[in-house]
């Protein structure tokens, strides 16, 4: 019996044979492979299992996702892709109850938990480098890094898979497929989306367990954990910088630090150096005083979406943030973690270097701070006066220049 396969792009047609009579061996089994790709010889035991396989070599992508347009070979990787538009994460560890897009991820991070990785049995040592891995699986990814299979044809990087090559190439192409609903900034990965849409919402879903203070992702939550874990008094803990006197405790805040030396992230009008894109965006606000958010009520403006969200509660009398101890509500995440820390909470973390001091927030700290150094870091832009609390710059305004504050809605002055 003989069947043909069309080859995208030409006029030709491969023919390849089904002897059913044929057993082709298999290093897992001796099933019957009678449907074979004249390609690259693999044999396989059903014909759409064949036709799938045909898409490799033709570059075949029926699957089309509605949301961006996005094409794939199998249906599983397009039901795969939409998970990352919809957030959805059906898949749950049940040990640390984390949540996955694909069985795969799952799998891979249930490893954590089941491998003990101190035994040797249980290791997996590459044979290029020092590391070692906890399954044959995830070594045989990490080797890709060395044979370069996905290798970025601009830098010469090497990933492990595909979907990590693909995501690096969007640097140098400055793609940024994932686009905000609200304010149509647009990013690269979808978790710079995720953490983004925070700014709208005021959500701060990680709290830290030592001083009750919230934050938007885990990754910041760990850097503020390691103030209060790491002893910073002793020197193995400490992480100094070669360019000034600052140390750090741990290496990762170090390698953040230096962005401030190296230029990475530079305002080119005032020269002023910071850790990100994000805070150097914000900053660069300052110097053009563009603020293109309006309050339909009010007419008061903003330079950013999520300032003029949170402002619009004002107007609402919404107070989203609720206490679970007292009940009491509140218009912003910050003022209900203020109250937790002031109110409920007896812990007093932050310590003054001069006097020894102990306080709840690092704010009041900071406040206390200025009492010993003598600075007055709020001027006036009406006059040369400068004040050492932004209340007393505040009360200078209103007395002395009929002004209200930055924050002040003029609805209710």
Known sequence: ????????????????????????????????????????????????????????????????????????????????????????????????????????????????????????????????????????????????IHTGKYKCADCGKCFSGA????????????????????????????????????????????????????????????YHTQRHTADINTVENRHPCSECQKSFSSEERLRRHKYIHTDKYKCTECGKCFLGTY????????????????????????????????????????KPYKCSLCNKSFIFSCYLERHKRCVHCNSRPYICPYCGKMFKTDNILKSHILTHTGDKPYSCNHCSERFTQIIQLEEHLLKSHDRGTWFTCYIYR
């Open 163 to 222: 979907v990590l090559l693909e995501t690096h190439r969007r640097i140098h192409s400055g793609e940024k497929p994932f686009v905000c609903t609200i304010c149509d900034k647009r990013f690269a990965l979808k978790k710079g989306l995720n953490y983004h849409k925070q700014t709208h919402s005021g959500e701060k879903p990680f709290v830290c367990t030592v001083c009750d203070k919230w934050f938007t992702s885990k990754q910041y939550l760990n």
């Open 279 to 318: 805070p150097l965006e914000r900053h660069r606000q300052s110097h053009s005083g563009e603020k293109q958010f309006e309050s339909s009520v009010c007419s008061k403006r903003f330079t950013r979406s999520d300032n003029l969200v949170k402002h619009s509660r004002i107007h609402r009398g919404e």
């Open 1 to 144: 019996m003989e069947f043909e396969i069309e080859t995208h792009g030409t006029d030709k047609s491969q023919p390849f044979e089904i002897k059913t009579e044929d057993i082709t061996e298999h290093p897992r089994d001796d099933k019957l492979r009678p449907y074979l790709c004249t390609v690259c010889n693999k044999r396989f035991t059903h014909k759409g299992t064949m036709k799938r396989h045909r898409r490799i070599h033709s570059g075949e992508k029926p699957f089309v996702c509605t949301v961006c347009d996005k094409r794939f070979a199998l249906k599983k990787g397009l039901n795969a892709h939409k998970l990352t538009h919809s957030g959805e994460k059906p898949f749950v560890c049940t040990v640390c109850d984390k949540r996955f897009t694909t069985k795969k991820y799952l799998n891979y991070h249930t490893q954590r938990h089941t491998v003990d990785i101190n035994a040797v049995e249980n290791r997996h040592p590459c044979s290029e480098c020092q590391k070692s891995f906890a399954s044959e699986n995830t070594l045989k990814q990490h080797k890709n």
